[in-house]
């Protein structure tokens, strides 16, 4: 156990590498996502300066919620739970809503992305899944055995090794430490409007983001893979009022997360960098092609961008 101790404080202490953009570059879950979703909006995005900032309702929400419960978090596992039960955490979220969307809404030159009525029935959501976190809390977290690693841990690797100057940068959200099973367990905070079904957990897109900090949290910090478990932590915004059954407004789903699913995600990651990549770092010149799919061209910011896509005007 101190020998494990010992590799907490080492965790929590990292400081990541100093990424210098004159002469490497940086990539991360989100660009994989895109590129596989559609190259042609990638190459728009990253690597061409037609970058289109979005923002939404659904955004903000998720950022004030995963704030506000890596807070509660935080101070339940440094302090007590006793402490985590006094912070005012509706006020707390409420403050980091109105702050995220005004920061939102300034990026966006100062043009409303939500209303009122819409920002109202999100917050309501909001406090309606805290409100079952605090009751249900010893359902999903527990002291008893259990430490913090940390939050917001950083990544910084060169995941491709023939492409040294490309190096994958993010960040994970909650690490715990179990000491009954000597497992170290990646939380990835997912907001839902009715949780996952069928479709999201076979999304392998999806799993690929936490079975790549899988990967890179082992290497980084040389942790073996064995020792590491994952869990996506879906809060719910919505639930079916009218079930027969009780509705929880948390919903946790592990992933098959074996040697072959996360060597899987490492080559849709190698594969991306060597499609996109020299072998010096610098962007490959190719013309990517935009996927024609009805769902990636509604929500896409070219779609009315007749002049940088081909597939922009959906017929």
Same mark, same amino acid.
């Given at each position: 156990?101190?020998?494990?101790?010992?590799?907490?404080?080492?965790?929590?202490?990292?400081?990541?590498?100093?990424? $210098?953009?004159?002469?490497?570059?940086?990539? =991360?879950?989100?660009?994989?996502?895109?590129?596989? =979703?559609?190259?042609?909006?990638?190459?728009?995005?990253?690597?061409?300066?037609? *970058?289109?900032?979005?923002?939404?309702?659904?955004?903000?929400?998720?950022? =004030?919620? #995963?704030?506000?419960?890596?807070?509660?978090?935080?101070?339940?596992?440094?302090?007590?739970?006793?402490?985590? $039960?006094?912070?005012?955490?509706?006020?707390?979220?409420?403050?980091?809503?109105?702050?995220?969307?005004?920061?939102?809404?300034?990026?966006?030159?100062?043009?409303?992305?939500?209303?009122? &009525?819409?920002?109202?029935?999100?917050?309501?959501?909001?406090?309606?899944?805290?409100? %079952?976190?605090?009751?249900?809390?010893?359902?999903?977290?527990?002291? *008893?055995?259990? #430490?913090?690693?940390?939050?917001?841990?950083?990544?910084?690797?060169?995941?491709?090794?023939? #492409?040294?100057?490309?190096?994958?940068?993010?960040?994970?959200?909650?690490?715990?430490? #179990? &000491?009954?099973?000597?497992?170290?367990?990646?939380? $990835?905070?997912?907001?839902?409007?009715?949780?996952?079904?069928?479709?999201?957990?076979?999304?392998?897109?999806?799993?690929?983001?936490?079975?790549?900090?899988?990967?890179?949290?082992?290497?980084?910090?040389? +942790?073996?893979?064995?020792?590491? /478990?994952?869990?996506? %932590?879906? +809060?719910?915004? *919505?639930?079916?009022?009218?079930? &027969?059954?009780?509705?929880?407004?948390?919903?946790?789903?592990?992933?098959?997360?074996?040697?072959?699913?996360?060597? *899987? @995600?490492?080559?849709?990651? $190698?594969?991306?960098?060597?499609?996109?990549?020299?072998?010096?770092?610098?962007?490959?010149?190719?013309?990517?092609?935009? +996927?024609? @799919?009805?769902?990636?061209?509604?929500?896409?910011?070219?779609?009315?961008?007749?002049? !940088?896509? /081909?597939?922009?005007? !959906?017929?």
């Amino acid at each position: 156990m101190a020998k494990t101790l010992s590799i907490i404080k080492q965790i929590q202490e990292y400081k990541p590498i100093t990424v $210098d953009l004159a002469f490497q570059k940086t990539i =991360s879950f989100s660009q994989l996502s895109m590129y596989l =979703s559609c190259p042609k909006k990638w190459s728009l995005q990253y690597r061409d300066g037609y *970058k289109i900032p979005s923002f939404s309702i659904n955004m903000t929400f998720g950022t =004030s919620m #995963h704030e506000t419960l890596q807070n509660y978090l935080h101070v339940m596992y440094t302090k007590s739970g006793v402490k985590a $039960d006094e912070i005012n955490i509706e006020e707390y979220f409420e403050d980091k809503f109105r702050e995220n969307y005004t920061k939102g809404y300034k990026d966006n030159k100062s043009i409303h992305f939500s209303n009122s &009525e819409e920002m109202r029935e999100f917050y309501n959501d909001g406090l309606a899944i805290l409100d %079952f976190i605090k009751k249900k809390r010893g359902e999903y977290f527990t002291i *008893k055995g259990w #430490h913090l690693v940390g939050i917001e841990i950083p990544i910084v690797i060169a995941p491709n090794k023939t #492409h040294n100057n490309v190096l994958f940068n993010g960040f994970i959200d909650l690490v715990m430490y #179990h &000491e009954g099973t000597n497992k170290f367990v990646i939380y $990835d905070i997912k907001t839902s409007t009715r949780g996952w079904g069928d479709k999201e957990k076979k999304d392998q897109i999806k799993q690929f983001q936490i079975l790549l900090y899988k990967s890179f949290f082992s290497e980084q910090f040389g +942790v073996p893979e064995e020792n590491i /478990d994952v869990e996506f %932590f879906i +809060v719910k915004r *919505k639930i079916w009022e009218e079930s &027969e059954f009780p509705q929880k407004r948390i919903q946790q789903f592990v992933p098959a997360n074996g040697k072959t699913k996360v060597k *899987k @995600a490492k080559i849709a990651l $190698d594969t991306f960098i060597n499609e996109v990549f020299n072998l010096d770092g610098s962007y490959k010149s190719t013309d990517f092609q935009a +996927v024609p @799919a009805k769902h990636n061209c509604t929500y896409c910011s070219y779609k009315n961008k007749k002049e !940088l896509c /081909d597939k922009a005007i !959906l017929k």
